[in-house]
């Protein structure tokens, strides 16, 4: 075992190749703001708020932790976001997740809330948007970013497409992929299954057809 984890220590990983376990470095301790120190003060979503190579080389030098190539890590570019968002506000409104867990406790949450009840009883505020990060060995921006019903709790006024441009930058294609021109010939002729449920987080429970026509 101690031949092992020395040759772990000794060998270099290529960051982008390295699927980030957030697991084993939650459950050494470490918290949110240790590597995501700037999402508190941020207030744009395009921030880029991941760690940079300093951060991660505090540890991972060969002793405490592998060595890393943590190049990659300080050229990273600043992500693209199709929303609005700022951290700082929604931190300092305290505690969310109570809110998002009466709204799935209630059926009053728009949209497929999946596992998400199960997480929201930590008094982490980060986790309350981002799920399941203590049991995640890889970074899954599909998993643990919140969804949109999330925000829908708290901004429930949904008028497609005119309240769209409330949250959503402008000069985005919000369309979903599935939304092609035979499901626009067929959605509401019964012909085809509707996952209705998932229909609600951008066409609201009030939907009338003229929303589109």
């Avoid at 009883?121 to 981002?130: L, P």
């Avoid at 429930?156 to 441009?165: E, S």
Wanted: glycine content about 8%; overall charge negative; aromatic content about 6%.
């Amino acid at each position: 075992m101690k031949a092992v984890l020395f040759t772990a220590l000794a060998l270099p990983l290529a960051a982008q190749d390295w699927a980030f376990p957030h697991q084993p470095h939650l459950e050494m301790g470490l918290d949110c703001q240790t590597c995501h120190a700037t999402a508190s003060t941020s207030q744009d979503a395009k921030d880029n708020l991941l760690p940079d190579g300093q951060v991660c080389g505090a540890c991972h030098n060969g002793e405490t932790a592998p060595v890393i190539d943590v190049s990659p890590l300080t050229q990273r570019q600043a992500p693209g976001r199709t929303y609005r968002f700022n951290h700082s506000f929604h931190l300092g409104l305290g505690a969310i997740a109570p809110l998002i867990a009466t709204a799935i406790d209630t059926g009053n949450y728009f949209g497929k809330p999946g596992d998400a009840r199960r997480f929201l009883e930590s008094g982490n505020s980060c986790s309350a948007c981002h799920r399941g990060l203590e049991e995640s060995l890889a970074a899954d921006s599909s998993k643990h970013m919140p969804m949109m019903g999330d925000c829908i709790v708290c901004h429930p006024k949904i008028d497609n497409p005119f309240t769209c441009k409330e949250c959503h930058v402008t000069n985005v294609d919000l369309m979903p992929s599935d939304h092609t021109r035979e499901f626009i010939d067929l959605h509401s002729t019964g012909k085809i299954a509707l996952d209705k449920p998932s229909c609600l987080p951008c066409h609201g429970r009030n939907f009338a057809c003229m929303g589109c026509h």
